[in-house]
C-alpha cells in the first residue's frame, strides 16, 4: 500500500464523515467500540474507505476498545442509506422461493426475493421493484412485517420484510443467476428449513415475522 493510496483513502473517509456524521456517531454510554480520529492510533494497514461501487463501501475505522485497546474495525457500508428489502411471497397456499446461485458461498440457495436499497426509493417501492424485477409480477398485495440487520457484525445495512400475495409467477431474472421458482407449503417449507435446504437468513427472517403475525400458517 502506497502513501498515495493511503491518502487517497482517508480523504474519501473524510468526506463521509462530513456528508454522514450519523455513521460515525459512538455510543454515549462509554462502554462501547468508539470511533477515533485517524491521526490517534498507530495500526497496520489501511485505514479509511478501501473500497466502494454502486453497492457497498468497505471501511476500515480506526477504533478504541472498551478495555482502552486501539485498533481498526471492517465494517460494509450500503452505497445508499435507502434500506434495502425483502418479500416473502405467498402464491395461494404456497410460499414462493427462488433457487438462486450465489457467488459468495459459490452454491445455490432457496431465498425470497430481495435487493439493495434505491435511493429515492421508500422501502415499499423497493419490494415491488424487486418483485417486478426478479419474479415479473406485481402483487395482489404487500404487507410489511419487520425488519432486519442481516449481519450487524459485519454489515451496517437495514433491510425491510414484506409478505406479499400473488397471482401468479412471471418471467424470473434468469441473468442475475435464479434458475427456477419453488412453491412450498408453509409444512414443506418447515421441512426444508430443519434439514438445512434453507438457509438464506433473509428468509428466515421473513418467515419468522410472517408465523408470528398469523400471516403464514401449517395446516399441521
Do not use: C
Not at 498507530?42 to 473500497?51: C, I, K, R, S
Not at 431465498?111 to 424487486?130: D, H, V, W
Not at 442481516?150 to 409478505?163: A, E, I, K, N
Not at 400473488?166 to 434439514?195: C, K, N, Q, Y
Amino acid at each position: 500500500m502506497t502513501d498515495s493510496q493511503d491518502r487517497t483513502h482517508l480523504a474519501a473517509y473524510d468526506v463521509m464523515r462530513r456528508e454522514h456524521p450519523e455513521l460515525f456517531r459512538n455510543d454515549r454510554s462509554g462502554d462501547g467500540i468508539d470511533i477515533v480520529e485517524p491521526h490517534s492510533v498507530e495500526v497496520p494497514g489501511a485505514l479509511g474507505v478501501l473500497y466502494s461501487d454502486a453497492h457497498i463501501r468497505l471501511l476500515r475505522d480506526p477504533v478504541r476498545f472498551p478495555d482502552g485497546r486501539a485498533g481498526a474495525y471492517v465494517r460494509i457500508l450500503g452505497a445508499t442509506q435507502a434500506p434495502g428489502a425483502a418479500v416473502l411471497p405467498l402464491l395461494e397456499d404456497r410460499v414462493v422461493l427462488l433457487e438462486n446461485y450465489r457467488h459468495a458461498t459459490r452454491a445455490w440457495h432457496l431465498e425470497i426475493p430481495r435487493g439493495f436499497g434505491t435511493e429515492g426509493l421508500a422501502a415499499e417501492e423497493n419490494a415491488l421493484k424487486e418483485l417486478e424485477e426478479e419474479i415479473g409480477v406485481r402483487p395482489l398485495s404487500l404487507t410489511p412485517v419487520g425488519a432486519v440487520h442481516p449481519d450487524t457484525g459485519m454489515q451496517s445495512h437495514l433491510v425491510r420484510l414484506f409478505v406479499a400475495e400473488l397471482a401468479a409467477i412471471g418471467s424470473m431474472e434468469t441473468a442475475a443467476g435464479i434458475r427456477r421458482a419453488v412453491l412450498l407449503t408453509p409444512d414443506e417449507l418447515d421441512s426444508r428449513i430443519l434439514d438445512g435446504s434453507v438457509t438464506d437468513g433473509f428468509t428466515l427472517a421473513a418467515v419468522a415475522q410472517a408465523r408470528l403475525r398469523n400471516l403464514l400458517r401449517s395446516v399441521r
